[in-house]
């Protein structure tokens, strides 16, 4: 049961309706993570402009699923897990890499190295080594592409964080973030 429940027609302030208004108009739903972090038109306008932000970025947004996945992944967030499982499968990305993903793991080396530069990222708090960097530069990825991948790796810490912390009633096919981990 959720500890923050998703915002309804009834108690959503006027600027979040707006916004989500205008989802529905292009997903056809509101996810309940928007419905929730709605409740706070700020949070709500920050939410999606990072978003649009990062998506005019140079990563691809197949990799920018791929980084929320392993994100999510270190920090337990089935509802992100489940939400980029199925936006990475609408990329054209097979649902087998997506399962790997969430372990920081790609059968691409490229893409390997990002995920990998994600984890650490989180696992260090950012503390990463000058070799540790080097390695994603060495895969092909220069200087912007690194800052992308570590606001990509913040982008869904904030959504990790909102949806574990509130308990977000996931709305997308269940994917456990951690269910291959003893593998």
């Known amino acids: 049961m959720p500890r923050i429940e998703a915002a309804t027609i009834a108690n959503t302030p006027a600027a979040s309706a ?4 205008g989802v529905q108009k292009k997903m056809g739903m509101v996810p309940n993570l928007f419905k929730t972090i709605a409740h706070s038109p700020a949070a709500l ?4 402009s990072q978003g649009e932000a990062l998506a005019a970025g140079k990563l691809s947004a ?7 996945l392993v ?7 089935d509802y992100c897990a489940s939400a980029h499982t199925l936006m990475g499968k609408g990329t054209g990305l097979q ?5 790997v993903n969430l372990l920081g793991q790609s059968s691409d080396a490229k893409v390997q190295a990002a995920l990998m530069f994600s984890k650490l990222l989180l696992e260090t708090q950012g503390h990463v080594s000058a070799a540790q960097v080097q390695a994603v530069k060495d895969a092909g990825y220069d200087d912007a592409a690194i800052m992308e991948i570590i606001a990509n790796v913040a982008a869904t810490v904030y959504t990790n964080l909102v949806n574990n912390a509130s308990g977000t009633t996931i709305d997308f096919p269940v994917v456990k973030a951690r269910a291959l981990e003893t593998v």
């Open 18 to 21: 707006t916004l989500l208004e």
């Open 62 to 68: 197949g990799l920018r699923h791929q980084i929320a």
């Open 95 to 99: 649902v087998e890499e997506l399962t």
């Open 71 to 77: 994100t999510s992944g270190v920090n337990n967030c």
């Open 45 to 48: 306008k920050f939410y999606f």
